[in-house]
């Protein structure tokens, strides 16, 4: 596909289960993005890699939170024992030039 | 302090009005500003990139910039119903990091 593709689209966990939700970017993009959106907010920064590093993870909100990128292509956010405060969209975006993002279509994550 | 900040709205126009939507920031040595729309339910998308004192215009958007006031701000002329979504103010101080504000909710209403 030619966008960035986010999976999965919707995704219902009980309290303390773990998750992970993965980003396939654009074909090429060397940097990847993960921002979190909860219902009526704009996206709050996660993390970024560049290819495969992980060159920024201060916005991880706890140790709960663990990305992953290891062949700087697909990317994985996990969450363990998930919390219901965690509930919200998982957005990934990717760039060529860190100018202009191409978001996905996110994840929308309920915890129970 | 947050890096941005934008009146949330709701801020109603009339279609074929001019809507104004404003963004202030802290980071004095950012670089790069963008307007990012959101239909609801949906991903954010890039309509304005500014980098420079001035304006932008792109159709019917225009982007100011007033980096001594640390202000970004887009106007809409002709406002859509097509228009109406929520817009995202985003700036990009250090290169690994797109600092967004809450957004603004618009209505154009027919």
């Known amino acids: 596909g030619a966008g960035v593709s986010q999976s999965p689209r919707y995704k219902v966990a009980k309290r303390g289960q773990d998750v992970a939700l993965r980003c396939d970017p654009i074909?090429?993009?060397?940097?990847l993005f993960w921002y979190q959106q909860a219902l009526g907010q704009g996206p709050e920064f996660l993390t970024y890699?560049?290819?495969?590093?992980?060159?920024?993870k201060s916005g991880l909100p706890s140790d709960r939170f663990f990305a992953e990128r290891p062949e700087g292509s697909v990317s994985t956010l996990k969450i363990q024992r998930t919390q219901q405060e965690d509930s919200a969209v998982y957005l990934c975006?990717?760039?060529?030039?860190?100018?202009?993002?191409?978001f996905g279509s996110g994840t929308q994550l309920s915890v129970l | 302090q947050k890096e941005v900040e934008q009146n949330s709205g709701p801020l109603s126009v009339p279609e074929g009005a001019i809507a104004s939507l404003n963004c202030t920031y802290s980071?004095?040595?950012?670089?790069?500003f963008f307007w990012y729309r959101q239909y609801s339910g949906k991903s954010p998308e890039l309509i304005m990139s500014?980098?420079?004192?001035g304006d932008k215009e792109d159709g019917r958007f225009t982007a100011q910039l007033n980096k001594a006031s640390q202000y970004v701000s887009l106007l809409i002329r002709d406002s859509q119903p097509s228009d109406s979504a929520t817009y995202l103010c985003?700036?990009?101080?250090?290169?690994?990091?797109?600092?967004f504000g809450t957004g603004t909710s618009l209505t154009v209403i027919p």
């Open positions: 975006a990717s760039s060529t030039s860190n100018e202009k993002l191409f």
């Open positions: 074909s090429g993009h060397v940097s």
């Open positions: 890699f560049q290819n495969e590093a992980q060159l920024d």
């Open positions: 980071d004095r040595g950012s670089q790069s």
């Open positions: 500014i980098y420079s004192n």
């Open positions: 985003a700036v990009n101080p250090t290169g690994n990091q797109f600092y």
